[in-house]
């Protein structure tokens, strides 16, 4: 009895996934054709090529899988915020003075927000009538003013992009000649005691203007020790790093390249998933019953970020270089096997053919254990059930008492974090420019329908699709294909990369509208 149930579920099982299991055997057919045109060392190394911009595009595809899944939303400054993980990694590897200056303001900008229930309450003090709005917005922009004024009167020691001796390409070669060394740093413009005093009211007067703008009830504020200590230590550590600024500046030059790269990653993607939080409560939050105005207000955003970055940066491009680990060279390289990958030269020669140990090793490697990590997550913990069940039904989780948008806004997070992860990682292989977000953003969404909008593991195998398709096309691009009736091989021009990857996602949506892993919405 229980066989013949089993079989029959089986049956049914394959009834139902029929058209998804032919378009994967043949989309693997396909492949072993491809590769059979191929040498031995040109298709190891395409495939690593493919695996290593699949693993980048994944980890840009995977948060806006996470955020679209539970959230219905679909952030469009997904990309540039990948951009801006670069341009922070390359900062804290090649300028880590500047980062701990730029630490002391917004740890400062932090510490007051940690009372948030007593802004809360201070913000629920102004009525509700015709003039709380215009009172709300007069403290926003008071606010926001006395932030920037503030601010600005910080010391900063950071790079000119007009000046091409003290511009950021300057500084990535200094590394390269082992010359980098701290930039001078100013003071402050007044009284240090009065900028920062001046930067914590600020930033209160603004809370309680965002807070009265909600219109949300203060309720009962209970004196919390926790969240109290909480705010002096966010305020007591920005004392502490302005006061021990030299020293704590030295110790960072100190240290290799491949640790400095690793500290990198962390503040990379700490600071990533801090400005998704940010974004989901200030301008997601308020439209999640209009769509269409949050993909206009992503939209912009994504503008506003490229110009940040083209203000504080430069224009030009330029490249991030490797850490120490992925660089070596001289005797000994290249080394050879797959001990050679740990050995700390730049290239491997495996199979016949010569990988690159960060573009074709580390950057797969990474995204593997990403994969592995948030699937873990997902499965295993509670918060990965929560989120699971959210994106089957959002509404059951909200009746189970479960604070829903703290989870959007961790979720949020998590999303722009691996963006700002796969920005910091990208940065030694394909360089940084401001428009290396609109790049990646595409490949990102193409990958999304192919795997399934709300699905993670689509989005993995949605990624590794469009890497391998752009590989083979470019390596065939150059060797080319043997056709009938042909009298030279045909080789795909350059254009066709990003078109066959269109054309591989039409195909697809066309069998599978929901894609190869999606949930049905039909």
């Not at 670069?86 to 917004?106: Q, S």
């Amino acid at each position: 009895m229980r066989a013949a149930t089993a079989m029959s579920s089986r049956a049914v099982w394959f009834r139902r996934n029929r058209t998804r299991i032919t378009v994967l055997a043949v989309l693997g057919f396909l492949f072993l054709v491809a590769l059979g045109g191929l040498d031995r060392e040109d298709w190891l190394i395409t495939i690593l090529r493919g695996l290593a911009v699949g693993a980048i595009t994944f980890l840009v595809a995977s948060g806006l899988s996470l955020i679209f899944g539970l959230m219905d939303v679909l952030n469009l400054a997904h990309g540039e915020i990948f951009m801006l993980g670069a341009y922070l990694g390359w900062t804290m590897y090649t300028r880590p003075d500047t980062v701990v200056d730029a630490f002391v303001p917004m740890l400062l900008l932090g510490a007051p927000l940690v009372l948030m229930p007593w802004l809360r309450r201070a913000g629920a003090r102004i009525r509700d009538g015709g003039k709380r709005k215009a009172i709300a917005g007069g403290l926003l922009v008071v606010g926001a003013a006395g932030v920037v004024a503030a601010v600005a009167r910080f010391p900063l020691a950071i790079w000119n992009p007009g000046v091409y001796t003290q511009s950021p390409i300057t500084y990535s070669l200094a590394i390269d000649m082992g010359t980098l060394a701290p930039l001078p740093r100013g003071s402050f413009a007044g009284s240090a005691v009065v900028v920062i005093v001046g930067l914590l009211v600020a930033v209160v007067v603004f809370a309680v203007g965002l807070q009265a703008l909600a219109g949300r009830s203060g309720g009962v504020v209970r004196v919390s020790f926790r969240r109290l200590a909480g705010s002096l230590l966010v305020l007591g550590a920005a004392v502490a790093l302005l006061v021990l600024r030299d020293p704590v500046v030295e110790w960072l030059f100190s240290l290799g390249t491949t640790t400095r790269f690793l500290l990198a990653i962390v503040v990379a993607v700490l600071l990533g998933g801090g400005l998704g939080a940010v974004i989901e409560v200030t301008l997601i939050r308020p439209l999640y019953e209009r769509p269409i105005y949050q993909l206009m207000v992503t939209l912009g955003l994504g503008f506003v970020l490229i110009e940040v970055v083209r203000a504080v940066w430069g224009r030009p491009e330029f490249t991030m270089p490797k850490p120490a680990a992925f660089a070596g060279t001289g005797a000994g390289c290249p080394a050879e096997g797959f001990r050679g990958l740990f050995s700390g030269c730049s290239t491997v020669e495996m199979f016949g053919g010569r990988v690159r140990t960060y573009n074709e090793a580390f950057v797969i490697a990474v995204g593997i254990v990403v994969l592995v990590t948030v699937a873990l997550i997902l499965k295993r913990t509670r918060i990965g059930m929560i989120i699971r069940a959210g994106v089957q039904d959002r509404e059951m989780v909200e009746a189970l008492g479960i604070n829903v948008r703290r989870v959007f806004t961790l979720v949020f997070a998590i999303g722009t974090g691996l963006a700002a992860l796969g920005g910091v990682i990208a940065a030694p292989s394909m360089g940084l420019s401001p428009q290396m977000g609109g790049t990646l953003l595409l490949l990102a969404l193409i990958a999304l329908a192919i795997g399934g909008l709300s699905s993670f593991p689509g989005a993995a195998a949605g990624a590794v699709l469009v890497g391998l398709v752009q590989q083979f096309i470019i390596r065939y691009g150059q060797i080319g294909i043997d056709l009938p009736f042909l009298a030279e091989p045909f080789k795909p021009s350059p254009p066709l990369v990003p078109a066959s990857t269109v054309l591989l996602m039409v195909v697809i949506l066309l069998l599978l509208p929901d894609g190869l892993f999606g949930r049905s919405t039909r």
